[in-house]
């Protein structure tokens, strides 16, 4: 025996990669118990899945044994299902109520809500006495134009330069 090689005993089937995908896809494994529950269509469709996957593992070795195999079902599916056409507006209705087990009404008594638009809700607003009160408790400033203390500069004047310096000497 090598000394690189686990003996079989001491690894169980649960870390195996055949029972990974039977854990995924819902296939009974070795461990777990029978489900005495389960209904008639439920135990044909994991027969389904357990041939279906023990089919693809025999055939894992050989591209044409896979390419049979693909063939076979797209075959077995077009004899089941006739030549793909997509199913009628009846047929599709029949599958939701088989889904949800229960038929679908006739009528449909709730929508979805309106849109509402919130940019620029109510709630951002500002009184005008409330941004009077913030500009009166704002430091005032000297305009670089008309060499005044107020709330205003040189950009938001109300005075143009050229005219300040020739009222103020017409005056005079």
Not at 57 to 81: C, N, P, R
Not at 139 to 146: N, S
């Amino acid at each position: 025996m090598s000394a690189n090689l686990i003996p079989e005993k001491y690894f169980g089937r649960r870390w195996l990669k055949s029972s990974l995908l039977k854990a995924a896809h819902g296939l009974p494994s070795e461990e777990q118990q029978p489900f005495e529950h389960l209904d008639e269509k439920q135990e044909v469709k994991k027969r389904l899945y357990s041939n279906f996957y023990r089919l693809v593992q025999k055939s894992e070795g050989s591209k044409d044994h896979l390419s049979l195999l693909s063939a076979g079902l797209y075959d077995l599916e077009e004899h089941i299902f006739g030549n793909g056409a997509a199913p009628s507006v009846i047929e599709k209705k029949k599958m939701v109520e088989d889904f949800y087990k229960m038929p679908v009404p006739d009528v449909i008594d709730v929508h979805p809500p309106d849109v509402v638009s919130t940019k620029g809700s109510g709630s951002d607003r500002v009184s005008r006495r409330e941004t009077a009160i913030k500009k009166a408790n704002k430091p005032l400033r000297r305009c670089g134009k008309c060499h005044e203390l107020g709330h205003h500069d040189s950009r938001n004047c109300g005075r143009d330069n050229g005219n300040t310096s020739t009222a103020s000497t017409s005056q005079a």
